[in-house]
């Protein structure tokens, strides 16, 4: 069984710059969760999709967003980037309503 | 709010050692607990959950974690290191179903995380 999968592995932009990350949950999951891992600040919560809506969303402001299509695949887009936007960002997935999340080898995302 | 808190950055065993990795976890309902590992440059891998069953929970790779209420923990451990357990571990905690709804549910909330090292 195909696991979480994740693209790109690295993106490197420029401040100000818009990214589009990619994930794709495990087959017959419908959630997707992501998290953005930065140094010195942890995993940190940023969103929840389900069944194609938002569900939670963590303490990140607007410009972080995202949106879950009907495959239940997910993108997560990050508008005007700021130089603490660089971190890894990981994306999960599991069944809804049950708590045990997948996670995915993550997207590797420098700012500079 | 759920919160996690591991105890000790840095952990460092030698090989055939036993290993204990601590977590104390806040929460206001019944909490699932979890640890995951991360090895260099990779996400995370579930090792063990802890879903109000058995307060023992075994999994991946030999270790292991017990559920304790009154103390509020849940700490990881291994009977004997190996150089390959070299690595850093996250423990995590999250909403059980009967708390759905809220602004925790749906999260996990993870420690600060424990690197473990094993030496020969």
């Known amino acids: 069984e195909a696991g979480v999968t994740q693209s790109p592995t690295h993106l490197i932009k420029t401040r100000g710059q818009q990214v589009t990350l990619r994930c794709s949950p495990i087959s017959g999951h419908t959630s997707v969760y992501w998290y953005q891992q930065a140094l010195g600040l942890g995993l940190q919560f940023l969103l929840w999709y389900d069944e194609g809506e938002e569900r939670n969303r963590g303490n990140f402001p607007p410009r972080f967003s995202g949106r879950q299509f009907p495959n239940y695949s997910s993108e997560l887009n990050v508008n005007a980037l700021e130089l603490e936007d660089s971190a890894l960002y990981l994306c999960?997935?599991?069944?809804?309503?049950?708590?045990?999340?997948?996670f995915g080898p993550g997207t590797r995302l420098t700012v500079l | 709010a759920q919160s996690v808190t591991q105890l000790g950055s840095h952990v460092s065993v030698s090989e055939g050692a036993l290993v204990l990795l601590r977590c104390n976890y806040s929460s206001s309902v019944p909490p699932y607990l979890f640890w995951y590992v991360q090895y260099p440059n990779q996400g995370l891998q579930l090792l063990l959950k802890y879903t109000s069953a058995a307060t023992l929970v075994k999994g991946i790779n030999g270790f292991e974690a017990e559920f304790k209420k009154s103390e509020t923990s849940f700490h990881l451990t291994k009977p004997s290191a190996h150089m390959s357990d070299a690595a850093e571990y996250f423990c995590?905690?999250?909403?059980?179903?009967?708390?759905?709804?809220?602004?925790?549910?749906?999260?996990?909330?993870f420690g600060q995380g424990t690197i473990l090292t094993v030496h020969p």
């Open positions: 999960a997935s599991s069944p809804y309503l049950r708590t045990t999340q997948y």
């Open positions: 995590a905690v999250s909403d059980s179903p009967v708390g759905a709804g809220g602004t925790s549910y749906g999260k996990l909330t």
